[in-house]
Structures are given as structure tokens and as C-alpha cells.
């Protein structure tokens, strides 16, 4: 079947962020959906997002602004989504406080987004942000936005134990895990085999 849904999808933050932005492209597309860059035209916007300091979150919040005046001007239908951190770390607010968004995913929820936006669809909030110990999205092909042809990022580990003071990475990726390093090999065999 076509692909006939279009997905904005833009990304905030670290490679870690950048390389799940592709994870969630390829389980959407996977939905019918094909990436855009014109965000009038999008049935679905998703910011992938970055907590680490309140800059990135204010440049975030920016951005769900801007989506918003689209979304009431020009395309009502369009679904609104925060991934990632800030998902993880101001569910609520954004949610239900500030009605900015209609989709919250945190960082090992991805796979739950085709339920997700099926529920944004029918009116209802759609919220997951459980971490998990296990999940890597080991056995996904990400989907190569802004290709370089010279560079691919390849997640080998997510989450951190360290709990240093000042870092809010425990609690928005969760605890620490690697991924099998076959699946790792083969990554890199399908990025190297792409150019």
C-alpha cells in the first residue's frame, strides 16, 4: 500500500535524539506515513526533545507554539506529539496545563505510538511515558532523515545509572542497557551497504 499520511518530524538535543527521531520514522512508516518537510501539510508533528537545560526546553515550547498557529489556522486535523525527555519530564503540564499537545511519548514508548496517535484520533489524550529496562530498538531499521551520505548515527547503549546531581538523564532515559552487539554489526553492515 502507499504511503499516503505525511509526518513532520523534528529533533532537539543530543545524537541520542537524532538517532531516535529515525527509530520512530521507520515505525511510521510502517503506518503509512512518509516523512515531509512542509509543515502545513502534516498529519502528524512530532518534536523530538531535549530537557538538559531550560533553553532547549524554552526553544521547544516555541515550536509547539508555532505547530499550534498551523494547526487552528491552516490544518486542523494535524496531531501535535512531544517525544523524548521533556515528555518524560513535564507530562503533565504540557498535557493538560497548557493543552499544547495531543500526543506525549517518552523515550522507550515509541513502539506504542500507532496506539497512540489511533487515540489521539478518536479525541483522547495519549500518553505514554513508561522507561523500561530492556527496550533498545534493537530490531528496527531506523529510517535515515537528513542524510549526509557520510554519516548514520548508530545507538549501541540508552540510559544512564550514574545519577550524578546535576544531570537529568536517569530519570527521562531511565537505567542503563546495551544492545546485543550483533544487531549493532548489523547496523552498521546496512548503513555501510546504503553508503
Keep these: 500500500a502507499e504511503n ?6 523534528e529533533s532537539y538535543g543530543c545524537a541520542m ?3 531516535d ?24 508533528v512530532l518534536v523530538n526533545t531535549c530537557s538538559i537545560r531550560d533553553k532547549a526546553e524554552q526553544t521547544i515550547r516555541k515550536r ?3 505547530y499550534n498557529a498551523v494547526k487552528r489556522s491552516i490544518n486542523p486535523s494535524m496531531k501535535v506529539g512531544v517525544l523524548g525527555c521533556m515528555a518524560e519530564r513535564l507530562k503533565s503540564q504540557l498535557m493538560e496545563e497548557e493543552k499544547l499537545v495531543d500526543i506525549v511519548v517518552g523515550p522507550d514508548s515509541y513502539r506504542d ?40 548515527y548508530i545507538s549501541i547503549t ?9 544531570c537529568v ?3 527521562t532515559r531511565g537505567r542503563e542497557r546495551s544492545r546485543d552487539p550483533e544487531s549493532i554489526i548489523k547496523e552498521a553492515k546496512e548503513a555501510f551497504a546504503a553508503g
Aim: charged content about 25%; proline content about 3%.
Design 64 to 66: 509547539l507554539e508555532k
Design 4 to 9: 499516503t499520511k505525511k509526518l513532520f518530524i
Design 113 to 152: 505510538l500507532p496506539n497512540l496517535i489511533n487515540e489521539a484520533e478518536d479525541g483522547h489524550k495519549a500518553i505514554n511515558v513508561i522507561l523500561s529496562k530492556e527496550e533498545t530498538y534493537a530490531d528496527l531499521s531506523p529510517v535515515r532523515l537528513d542524510s549526509n551520505g557520510v554519516s548514520a
Design 169 to 171: 538523564v536517569p530519570f
Design 17 to 19: 535524539n537524532f538517532s
Design 21 to 44: 527521531s529515525e527509530i520512530v520514522a521507520s515505525i511510521l512508516t510502517e503506518q503509512g506515513y512518509n516523512t515531509t518537510q512542509n509543515l502545513e501539510e502534516a498529519d502528524l
Design 158 to 166: 540508552r540510559g544512564c545509572d550514574n545519577m550524578c546531581s546535576f
